[in-house]
């Protein structure tokens, strides 16, 4: 990891924190890269050199605007089609003011308040004329920063909202584009599950949406909505399909098992051999592996 190293382009994995404190350092450390911004000048420099692939984040909407206000003027901006995308770690899900929302979303194409626990829980609505139904839920910033450094980011959630009112959930992927899917997408399941959608969560370290008991991974939300990802998912079948990984996550589905159903094995240790970044188990992890899955680990691969 370097601080305040110049970015470019091809830095899949760099991100840019906004006057960050100790512990949002140390969130962010698995990041190859972070620009650290702290200063007005700073801010301008990071503004006009930042690529579309580093999202900037902030730890609550004081400590983003104190900079941001300073990157405002026409002149600084410079003419690009760079698409900026900025993360405010915060504890309503809307800017406080109507100001605010329009200074920020000017700046970037793409902003996310991202309720993060434990204020996500119950949720609270800044802005009650547009939402007051609206359920949120996000990841806690050490998934958050998980997801933002993995090699396909957008392959994730990290957060959304559910809408009871025009019954749909939108889902921030780890680009923080948008996914809007309806309630009807989410069929109950084969013995009578159904979704509760007010017991809206994020689970797997993104890779699943809950609502109450009713599970649906992230996979099959994508896979029916964005063609560019069923595109890709198809060449990685025909490349990738028969890997241990894979076929390690679909005995896991069969089973009904979620990645924090191997303690003490950690998720993040079940989500890397998932996809296939260990290649070797041993110990007690293979144990417990093989204790929860009810199958020798040898035979894992065959399904």
Not at 34 to 46: F, N
Not at 180 to 193: C, K, L, R, S
Not at 220 to 238: G, I, S
């Amino acid at each position: 990891m370097s601080l305040n190293r110049p970015m470019t382009s091809t830095a899949a994995d760099s991100i840019i924190l906004l006057d960050p404190d100790r512990h949002l350092r140390d969130t962010f450390k698995q990041a190859n890269s972070l620009w650290i911004v702290q200063t007005a000048e700073q801010a301008a420099e990071a503004y006009q050199r930042n690529t579309s692939r580093a999202p900037w984040i902030a730890d609550g909407e004081e400590r983003a605007m104190r900079l941001l206000a300073q990157v405002l003027w026409p002149a600084m901006r410079p003419p690009s089609r760079v698409r900026r995308r900025l993360l405010v770690l915060s504890s309503t899900p809307l800017p406080q003011s109507n100001a605010r929302r329009e200074i920020l979303t000017g700046l970037f194409d793409r902003v996310v308040f991202a309720l993060t626990p434990p204020s996500a829980a119950p949720p609270a609505c800044a802005d009650s004329s547009t939402e007051t139904s609206a359920i949120h839920a996000y990841l806690p910033p050490d998934e958050i920063a998980a997801v933002l450094t993995e090699a396909h980011p957008g392959d994730y959630v990290i957060g959304g909202m559910v809408d009871p009112t025009d019954r749909i959930v939108v889902l921030y992927r780890g680009t923080l584009e948008p996914l809007v899917v309806p309630y009807a997408f989410f069929q109950a399941t084969g013995n009578g599950v159904c979704p509760q959608f007010e017991a809206f969560g994020i689970a797997d370290h993104g890779q699943s949406v809950r609502f109450g008991d009713y599970e649906a991974s992230v996979d099959a939300v994508l896979y029916a909505c964005d063609a560019d990802y069923r595109r890709r998912t198809k060449r990685a079948e025909r490349t990738e399909g028969t890997s241990f990984g894979s076929a390690f996550r679909r005995l896991r589905l069969l089973k009904g098992l979620h990645q924090h159903d191997f303690a003490p094995v950690a998720e993040r240790t079940i989500r890397r051999i998932e996809q296939d970044q260990i290649q070797r188990v041993h110990g007690a992890t293979r144990e417990r592996i093989e204790a929860c899955l009810g199958v020798p680990y040898e035979e894992i691969g065959t399904y």
